[in-house]
Structures are given as C-alpha cells and as structure tokens.
C-alpha cells in the first residue's frame, strides 16, 4: 500500500515563495509519473501541475505556468512543487498524486491512484 506525504505547505504573503515536497513510502520497483492538484474552499479540485516519469516532460496549469518549476526529487517517486511570486488565489490545500508507471502525466484526477493528505497553502494580500 503507498502512502504518499506532502511537506512544505504554510502561510506567507504575495509575492513569495513555498516549496513543496512529496515522498512516496512503499516498497516498488517502478517509476511512476506524479501530480499536483489543489482545491480551494467551495472550489472543485484542479490541476495544478505533472511530471512523467523521468521527469522529461512537465505540464502546468495556465494559472501557474511562469511561476511554479515542478521536479522529480533525488529519491525514486519523490516530487517537488517550486511555488514562486504567490497569489493570494493560490490559497488551497495541495494533494500530492500518483499517475501510471513509467507513464506520462495528466490533467484529470480520475487517472491518478494514491493521493496524499493534503497540505494547506495561505497567501495573504
């Protein structure tokens, strides 16, 4: 069973940046594509941001693109979100997420399948 851990979330003012990270506890030999997803109060959960599997191919949301720098981490099945020059819109509480083996990333929630806990990001104006 994996568990996936998120760390790094918190709050900070506009214009600055967080960086999370998310580790994936488990036992496989497989590398898989990850995701970051996020969801506001009262707000459906969005894409935010996807790696593939090795991290050749990154994919962002409109709303984030220039500002967020996703990567895969040094351990296997480890990803980072570099959040830069933050909104107060970015407030949310950010899933870490499992895509395919050796696949590619998406956009849709429904093709992932280990989620984490979520870790609550604040930006104040």
């Known amino acids: 069973q994996v568990q996936l851990i998120e760390s790094g979330g918190g709050s900070v003012q506009a214009g600055d940046s967080l960086r999370l990270s998310c580790a994936a506890s488990?036992?496989?030999?497989?590398?898989?594509?990850m995701g970051w997803f996020r969801q506001a109060p009262g707000k459906e959960r969005e894409f935010v941001s996807g790696?593939?599997?090795?991290?050749?191919?990154?994919n962002y949301a409109d709303s984030v693109k220039e500002r967020f720098i996703i990567s895969r981490g040094s351990n296997t099945n480890t990803v980072n979100l570099q959040m830069n020059s933050l909104k107060p819109e970015d407030t949310a509480v950010y899933y870490c997420?499992?895509?395919?083996?050796?696949?590619?990333?998406?956009?849709?929630?429904?093709?992932?399948?280990?989620w984490g806990q979520g870790t609550q990001v604040t930006v104040s104006s």
């Open positions: 790696i593939n599997w090795n991290g050749g191919i990154t």
């Open positions: 488990g036992r496989t030999s497989n590398i898989y594509a």
């Open positions: 997420a499992r895509g395919p083996p050796y696949g590619s990333s998406s956009y849709f929630a429904r093709d992932y399948d280990s």
